[in-house]
């Protein structure tokens, strides 16, 4: 442990002094764009700026001025956060010096390292960092479609569309029926449509107690299941029913015009319908051609670079992450790998061994909070699991209470972490 | 444990039982390594503070009776320190092993316990004390032998791994894993502060995750991942930041 302990020191050492070469004489600053200013993009500009303590230009291209984080974003449907309380700016990057651009990146050209933007600009780079999030593949529920996401809302990006979803379930009628159409693998937040699931329901139990939940679903099982079941039954009993693949999960249509959702030929009626179509990959990770067939974008685990160009890297949701799943806390833990090989690869800064963690945590009702959380390695082939711990059914209500705190405390630190 | 120590324990055995606990006593007191009648005379260590037996009361620290296999911070009545609370939330249980690290070093397990303490450092009279504290909980009728997976008994982190000197630098690059949950700025919203810390108490608590006497699932993973040298670099960082 010592002789690795002297090694790193070494290492920082000579790369202190490739760092001191540019600087003397008197280089122009490496030039860093980042693509995507969510969990994952505004960690890694972030990053970046204030370990490279100036000696990388950072811009920042992302087209909301408010970003309203994904994570927390059921708490608010279900009555347990504002939406102002889920919104963050850019204001205090800007303020360490990040160059934010509030635009669309359209196009990149990877032969000569440009980005172009919605607004006509265009922006040169010598290391890009793509973090687009997801899109959706619109054709994946039939019937559904990018017209019809506000009679069907999908609340997948957060913002209006949730704001629309909870305006919906507050007019629900009487005894009505929340349906959900849950998304096959893979997809951003495992946990998250059940999640969902819970906070509706208690969201519905206090103001509509007769109304009742179907989700239809494409997976035979999921995220948290056990927990999940447990904690329906003795929360909401009878008001969720879940309906897997066989047995009804799997839909033929969905019609938004009169709000029924078809499976084994029979059309059922419901109020609201929360439609969660297959995603992909942001588009412009597509455009650039950094996805391959599976729609997402494989990754260099150890650096997080695209396999498809090393001067790009790739992070969160829009990547193929191995074992690790799609979520906020991923997505931030990436970018800190990814800044640190960015760094040195532009710096010579010291790059130290990657290491990758996630933490989900899972609000069921009031105080009852559940987590699963894993680290992983990253190996030639992909960032795999190397062990992992999630909270076990049966648990006492302390426990649990004490499990959604810490929920709160994550939330303050990763959004801190994120924005600055 | 020698034979004779054995022997000599169960003469105690015998003698106790002719005490007022005779029955709790037979059985129990048998698994534990120690001599519960020189702890009794230790007793007097938390005499001033704690009340044990036949109508026993919360005083400065909750009463002690029925003290194994109970959750930490549970005594009815008692109002216990906010990291105790949440020790006991975590799952934190007394057994002889807890006890074991708790009365080495009460700050090593929960860091802001109210228990003013500075510990025992012997072994040898903690295992004693223990053995005495038995006496006066009727449950589990049977303590195991601790399982193979069990912790370390002895919970004193070495001087040697107190001694190492972390590199900040390197703490610094590490210290980005922990920022997600833990504040830079070291506000505690729900997960605690670990900003400021003296160097020792900062690699005592995370060595007593590591060696998994502390009981939190995602604390435990993320220490049992981290050499001697990263956490004391991670001690001598967030020493710095505050
Ligand atoms: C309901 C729900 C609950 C969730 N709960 C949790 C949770 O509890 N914990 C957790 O860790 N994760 C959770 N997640 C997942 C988490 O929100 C995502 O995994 C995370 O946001 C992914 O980060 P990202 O940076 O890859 O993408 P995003 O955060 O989506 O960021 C992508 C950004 O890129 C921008 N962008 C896209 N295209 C372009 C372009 N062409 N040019 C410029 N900018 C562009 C977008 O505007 C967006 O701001 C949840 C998700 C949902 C839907």
Request: aromatic share 8%; proline share 6%; hydrophobic share 40%.
């Amino acid at each position: 442990m010592r002789v690795t302990r002297r090694r790193l020191i070494g290492s920082a050492a000579a790369g202190a002094a490739a760092l001191a070469a540019p600087a003397a004489i008197g280089a122009a600053r490496p030039h860093v764009v980042v693509i995507g200013g969510g969990a994952g993009g505004a960690t890694a500009a972030r990053y970046l700026a204030r370990d490279g303590k100036g000696a990388i230009a950072v811009t920042l291209v992302e087209p909301t001025r408010t970003y309203h984080t994904c994570f927390f974003s059921n708490l608010y449907l279900g009555g347990f956060r504002t939406l102002e309380s889920i919104a963050h700016s850019y204001g205090r990057l800007a303020a360490m010096g990040i160059n934010v651009v509030h635009d669309w990146a359209v196009g990149i050209d990877r032969d000569t390292r440009t980005v172009a933007l919605a607004g006509g600009g265009s922006l040169g780079y010598d290391r890009l960092i793509v973090a687009p999030g997801i899109d959706f593949r619109w054709d994946s529920v039939p019937g559904h479609g990018i017209a019809a996401q506000n009679a069907m809302p999908h609340a997948w990006k957060a913002g209006s569309q949730t704001e629309l979803l909870k305006a919906q379930i507050a007019s629900m009628p009487e005894g009505g029926v929340f349906a959900m159409v849950a998304p096959p693998n893979p997809y951003r937040c495992p946990p998250g449509p059940y999640e969902r699931v819970s906070m509706v329901a208690h969201q519905l139990s206090r103001t509509n107690p007769t109304a009742k939940i179907m989700i239809f679903d494409p997976k035979p099982k999921f995220s948290k299941q056990a927990l999940f079941e447990e904690g329906w039954a003795a929360h909401y009993p009878g008001m969720i029913e879940w309906l897997e693949p066989d047995f009804g999960g799997r839909i033929d249509e969905v019609r938004p015009d009169a709000m029924e959702i078809v499976s084994d030929g029979e059309a059922v009626k419901v109020d609201v319908a929360n439609v969660i179509p297959a995603q992909k990959a942001g588009r412009i990770a597509e455009i650039a051609g950094l996805a391959d067939a599976s729609g997402f974008c494989p990754i260099v685990p150890a650096t997080m670079q695209s396999r498809m160009d090393p001067a790009v890297h790739v992070l969160g949701d829009a990547t193929i992450a191995g074992d690790m799943p799609k979520s906020g806390f991923s997505a931030n833990s990436q970018a800190k790998v990814a800044a640190m090989a960015v760094r040195a690869a532009l710096t010579g800064s010291t790059a130290f061994p990657p290491r990758f963690s996630n933490t989900c945590w899972s609000l069921i009702a009031t105080g009852d909070g559940v987590k699963v959380g894993a680290r992983y390695e990253a190996t030639e082939e992909k960032i795999a699991k190397t062990e992992g711990f999630i909270s076990q059914t049966g648990e006492d209500a302390e426990l649990r209470r004490q499990t959604y705190e810490e929920s709160l405390g994550w939330y303050a630190g990763i959004t801190a972490d994120i924005f600055g | 444990m020698g034979a004779l120590r054995l022997l000599l324990t169960a003469l105690a055995l015998a003698l106790a039982a002719a005490g007022a606990r005779a029955e709790l006593a037979a059985d129990a007191v048998h698994d534990l390594p120690g001599d519960p009648e020189r702890g009794a005379g230790l007793w007097r260590l938390c005499q001033s503070c704690h009340a044990l037996g036949e109508g026993a009361r919360n005083r400065v620290g909750p009463h002690l009776n029925e003290l194994f296999g109970r959750r930490a911070a549970t005594v009815a009545g008692y109002r216990y320190s906010k990291d105790m609370r949440r020790a006991g939330a975590d799952g934190l249980t007394w057994t002889a092993d807890t006890l074991h690290v708790y009365l080495e070093n009460p700050r090593s397990l929960v860091t802001g316990t109210r228990m003013a303490f500075r510990g025992i450092p012997e072994e040898a009279d903690r295992a004693d004390l223990i053995a005495y504290l038995r006496r006066f909980s009727a449950s589990p009728r049977d303590i195991p032998e601790a399982a193979p997976t069990a912790p370390p008994r002895d919970p004193d982190v070495a001087p040697a791994i107190l001694a190492i000197e972390g590199d900040p630098a390197y703490g610094e690059y590490l210290a980005g894993e922990c920022v997600t949950c833990h504040q830079a700025s070291g506000t505690d919203e729900g997960i605690p502060s670990i900003t400021g810390w003296p160097e020792r108490d900062f690699v005592t608590a995370l060595h007593a995750y590591k060696n998994r006497h502390r009981p939190h699932p995602v604390m435990q993973l993320i220490a049992g991942n981290l050499s001697e040298e990263e956490i004391a670099a991670l001690a001598a960082f967030f020493r710095g930041v505050d």
